[in-house]
Protein backbone atom coordinates (compact mmCIF):
# COMPACT_ATOMS: atom_id res chain seq x y z
CA UNK A 1 0.00 0.00 0.00
CA UNK A 2 1.08 3.45 -0.78
CA UNK A 3 -0.89 5.63 1.09
CA UNK A 4 -0.31 8.48 3.55
CA UNK A 5 1.86 6.91 6.62
CA UNK A 6 2.50 8.42 10.30
CA UNK A 7 4.51 7.16 13.11
CA UNK A 8 3.66 6.61 15.84
CA UNK A 9 0.11 6.31 16.05
CA UNK A 10 0.30 7.16 19.64
CA UNK A 11 1.71 8.84 21.92
CA UNK A 12 1.74 9.51 25.22
CA UNK A 13 4.22 11.90 27.40
CA UNK A 14 4.13 13.99 30.74
CA UNK A 15 3.65 18.12 30.31
CA UNK A 16 6.52 20.03 29.35
CA UNK A 17 8.24 17.17 27.06
CA UNK A 18 9.10 17.46 23.78
CA UNK A 19 7.36 14.77 21.35
CA UNK A 20 8.16 14.79 17.14
CA UNK A 21 5.70 12.84 14.82
CA UNK A 22 6.57 12.14 11.11
CA UNK A 23 4.90 11.46 8.06
CA UNK A 24 5.44 9.82 4.94
CA UNK A 25 3.57 11.29 2.12
CA UNK A 26 2.19 8.98 -1.26
CA UNK A 27 5.71 8.98 -2.93
CA UNK A 28 4.50 11.10 -5.94
CA UNK A 29 2.91 14.08 -3.90
CA UNK A 30 4.67 17.52 -3.71
CA UNK A 31 2.36 18.77 -1.45
CA UNK A 32 2.17 17.95 2.33
CA UNK A 33 -0.25 19.39 4.92
CA UNK A 34 -0.48 19.00 8.91
CA UNK A 35 -3.89 19.20 10.40
CA UNK A 36 -4.63 19.00 14.04
CA UNK A 37 -8.08 17.26 15.30
CA UNK A 38 -9.56 17.59 18.67
CA UNK A 39 -12.02 15.76 20.13
CA UNK A 40 -15.83 16.22 18.75
CA UNK A 41 -14.10 18.60 16.18
CA UNK A 42 -13.49 18.67 12.30
CA UNK A 43 -9.66 19.03 11.32
CA UNK A 44 -7.89 22.66 12.07
CA UNK A 45 -5.05 23.63 9.21
CA UNK A 46 -1.99 24.09 10.95
CA UNK A 47 0.72 24.37 7.95
CA UNK A 48 1.73 23.34 4.70
CA UNK A 49 4.58 22.57 2.12
CA UNK A 50 5.33 22.25 -1.61
CA UNK A 51 8.38 19.96 -1.90
CA UNK A 52 10.36 21.46 0.98
CA UNK A 53 9.22 25.00 1.08
CA UNK A 54 6.92 25.50 4.47
CA UNK A 55 4.70 28.06 2.81
CA UNK A 56 1.88 28.85 5.17
CA UNK A 57 1.47 28.66 8.96
CA UNK A 58 -1.72 28.84 10.75
CA UNK A 59 -2.74 30.83 13.98
CA UNK A 60 -3.13 27.77 15.67
CA UNK A 61 0.59 26.61 15.33
CA UNK A 62 2.64 28.21 18.31
CA UNK A 63 6.34 28.76 18.52
CA UNK A 64 6.30 25.85 20.35
CA UNK A 65 5.68 23.96 17.41
CA UNK A 66 8.47 23.38 14.50
CA UNK A 67 7.67 21.47 11.29
CA UNK A 68 9.90 20.55 8.51
CA UNK A 69 10.50 18.56 5.24
CA UNK A 70 13.91 18.57 4.71
CA UNK A 71 14.09 16.87 1.78
CA UNK A 72 10.72 17.30 -0.04
CA UNK A 73 9.45 13.68 1.05
CA UNK A 74 9.01 13.02 4.74
CA UNK A 75 7.94 15.82 7.61
CA UNK A 76 8.36 15.88 10.85
CA UNK A 77 6.46 17.98 13.06
CA UNK A 78 8.14 18.51 16.71
CA UNK A 79 6.05 20.40 19.84
CA UNK A 80 7.92 21.73 22.26
CA UNK A 81 7.16 21.73 26.15
CA UNK A 82 4.04 20.29 25.92
CA UNK A 83 1.02 21.33 27.16
CA UNK A 84 -2.34 19.94 27.84
CA UNK A 85 -4.31 21.53 25.21
CA UNK A 86 -1.83 19.59 23.11
CA UNK A 87 -3.60 16.50 23.08
CA UNK A 88 -5.45 15.64 19.98
CA UNK A 89 -5.19 13.69 17.06
CA UNK A 90 -2.34 15.42 14.73
CA UNK A 91 -3.05 14.14 10.95
CA UNK A 92 -1.28 14.65 7.56
CA UNK A 93 -2.25 14.79 4.55
CA UNK A 94 -0.37 14.93 0.62
CA UNK A 95 -1.72 15.96 -2.64
CA UNK A 96 -0.05 16.67 -6.21
CA UNK A 97 0.19 19.97 -7.07
CA UNK A 98 -1.93 19.52 -9.65
CA UNK A 99 -4.74 17.73 -8.11
CA UNK A 100 -7.68 19.01 -5.47
CA UNK A 101 -7.70 15.99 -3.20
CA UNK A 102 -5.87 15.69 -0.09
CA UNK A 103 -5.18 12.16 1.12
CA UNK A 104 -4.68 11.30 4.57
CA UNK A 105 -2.93 9.24 7.10
CA UNK A 106 -4.18 7.26 9.75
CA UNK A 107 -2.93 10.02 12.12
CA UNK A 108 -0.99 10.42 15.36
CA UNK A 109 -3.11 10.76 18.77
CA UNK A 110 -0.93 13.09 21.64
CA UNK A 111 -2.15 12.40 25.09
CA UNK A 112 -0.47 15.02 27.29
CA UNK A 113 -0.56 14.43 30.78
CA UNK B 1 -13.73 33.59 5.31
CA UNK B 2 -14.68 30.29 3.77
CA UNK B 3 -16.94 28.06 6.25
CA UNK B 4 -18.68 24.87 6.50
CA UNK B 5 -21.67 24.28 8.29
CA UNK B 6 -22.96 20.50 9.16
CA UNK B 7 -26.41 21.32 10.99
CA UNK B 8 -26.71 17.91 12.00
CA UNK B 9 -24.71 16.44 14.83
CA UNK B 10 -25.98 12.48 14.48
CA UNK B 11 -28.00 11.33 11.52
CA UNK B 12 -29.94 7.77 12.37
CA UNK B 13 -31.28 5.81 9.71
CA UNK B 14 -32.21 2.09 9.47
CA UNK B 15 -30.28 -0.35 7.21
CA UNK B 16 -31.90 -0.52 3.44
CA UNK B 17 -33.54 3.12 3.97
CA UNK B 18 -31.64 6.21 1.75
CA UNK B 19 -29.74 8.62 4.06
CA UNK B 20 -28.40 11.94 3.98
CA UNK B 21 -26.04 13.87 5.63
CA UNK B 22 -26.49 17.71 5.40
CA UNK B 23 -23.67 20.32 4.52
CA UNK B 24 -23.92 23.79 3.49
CA UNK B 25 -20.94 26.45 2.53
CA UNK B 26 -20.18 29.55 2.50
CA UNK B 27 -17.15 30.53 0.19
CA UNK B 28 -16.29 33.76 -1.86
CA UNK B 29 -15.94 32.54 -5.91
CA UNK B 30 -16.75 28.96 -7.05
CA UNK B 31 -16.63 26.26 -4.32
CA UNK B 32 -14.28 22.83 -4.64
CA UNK B 33 -16.30 20.78 -1.90
CA UNK B 34 -15.14 17.26 -0.62
CA UNK B 35 -16.48 14.95 1.40
CA UNK B 36 -14.87 12.59 3.64
CA UNK B 37 -15.36 9.87 6.30
CA UNK B 38 -13.32 8.64 9.21
CA UNK B 39 -14.21 5.24 11.21
CA UNK B 40 -13.03 5.18 15.26
CA UNK B 41 -9.17 5.76 15.15
CA UNK B 42 -8.62 6.09 11.46
CA UNK B 43 -7.53 9.36 9.13
CA UNK B 44 -9.78 10.34 6.94
CA UNK B 45 -10.88 8.95 3.95
CA UNK B 46 -11.77 10.36 0.94
CA UNK B 47 -15.53 10.17 -0.50
CA UNK B 48 -15.77 12.46 -3.35
CA UNK B 49 -15.54 15.63 -4.15
CA UNK B 50 -17.06 18.97 -6.65
CA UNK B 51 -15.02 20.85 -9.00
CA UNK B 52 -17.53 22.16 -11.86
CA UNK B 53 -19.98 20.04 -14.14
CA UNK B 54 -22.62 18.04 -13.07
CA UNK B 55 -24.54 19.10 -9.83
CA UNK B 56 -24.35 15.07 -8.56
CA UNK B 57 -21.26 13.59 -7.50
CA UNK B 58 -20.49 9.70 -7.81
CA UNK B 59 -17.82 8.77 -5.45
CA UNK B 60 -16.98 5.53 -2.98
CA UNK B 61 -18.99 2.92 -1.62
CA UNK B 62 -22.22 4.24 -3.10
CA UNK B 63 -22.23 7.57 -2.01
CA UNK B 64 -23.20 10.38 -4.38
CA UNK B 65 -23.59 13.97 -3.18
CA UNK B 66 -25.47 16.79 -5.05
CA UNK B 67 -24.18 20.33 -5.24
CA UNK B 68 -26.89 22.98 -5.05
CA UNK B 69 -25.39 26.90 -5.72
CA UNK B 70 -28.69 28.80 -4.87
CA UNK B 71 -29.44 27.04 -1.56
CA UNK B 72 -25.45 26.54 -1.56
CA UNK B 73 -25.58 23.11 0.01
CA UNK B 74 -23.76 19.94 -0.90
CA UNK B 75 -25.33 17.25 0.75
CA UNK B 76 -24.32 13.94 1.17
CA UNK B 77 -26.37 11.04 0.02
CA UNK B 78 -26.72 7.13 -0.52
CA UNK B 79 -29.65 5.40 -1.53
CA UNK B 80 -29.74 2.41 0.63
CA UNK B 81 -27.33 2.49 3.99
CA UNK B 82 -25.66 -0.44 5.32
CA UNK B 83 -25.00 -0.65 9.18
CA UNK B 84 -21.01 -0.49 7.49
CA UNK B 85 -21.89 3.19 7.07
CA UNK B 86 -21.83 4.24 10.25
CA UNK B 87 -18.83 6.50 10.88
CA UNK B 88 -18.20 10.01 11.35
CA UNK B 89 -18.87 12.12 7.96
CA UNK B 90 -17.15 15.65 7.44
CA UNK B 91 -17.43 18.07 4.85
CA UNK B 92 -14.45 20.54 3.46
CA UNK B 93 -14.16 23.25 1.13
CA UNK B 94 -11.22 24.71 0.13
CA UNK B 95 -9.62 27.59 0.57
CA UNK B 96 -7.70 29.37 -1.81
CA UNK B 97 -6.70 32.12 0.57
CA UNK B 98 -3.27 33.68 0.06
CA UNK B 99 -3.16 31.42 -3.03
CA UNK B 100 -2.39 27.84 -1.03
CA UNK B 101 -4.96 24.88 -1.29
CA UNK B 102 -5.79 23.83 2.76
CA UNK B 103 -9.14 22.92 3.66
CA UNK B 104 -12.02 24.00 5.99
CA UNK B 105 -13.82 21.29 7.74
CA UNK B 106 -17.29 21.47 9.46
CA UNK B 107 -17.52 19.75 12.84
CA UNK B 108 -18.77 16.18 11.14
CA UNK B 109 -21.84 14.63 11.56
CA UNK B 110 -22.46 11.11 13.31
CA UNK B 111 -23.95 8.49 11.28
CA UNK B 112 -25.51 5.85 13.03
CA UNK B 113 -27.32 2.66 10.70
CA UNK B 114 -29.31 0.46 12.97
CA UNK B 115 -29.81 -2.96 11.63
Known amino acids: DTGVSQDPRHKITKRGQNVTFRCDPI?????LYWYRQTLGQGPEFLTY????????KSRLLSDRFSAERPKGSFSTLEIQRTEQGDSAMYLC???????????FGPGTRLTVL | AQSVAQPEDQVNVAEGNPLTVKCTYS??????LFWYVQYPNRGLQFLLK??????LVKGSYGFEAEFNKSQTSFHLKKPSALVSDSALYFC?????????????FGAGTRLAVHP
Open chain 1, 93 to 103: ASSLIQADTQY
Open chain 1, 27 to 31: SEHNR
Open chain 1, 49 to 56: FQNEAQLE
Open chain 2, 27 to 32: VSGNPY
Open chain 2, 50 to 55: YITGDN
Open chain 2, 92 to 104: AVRDLTGGYNKLI
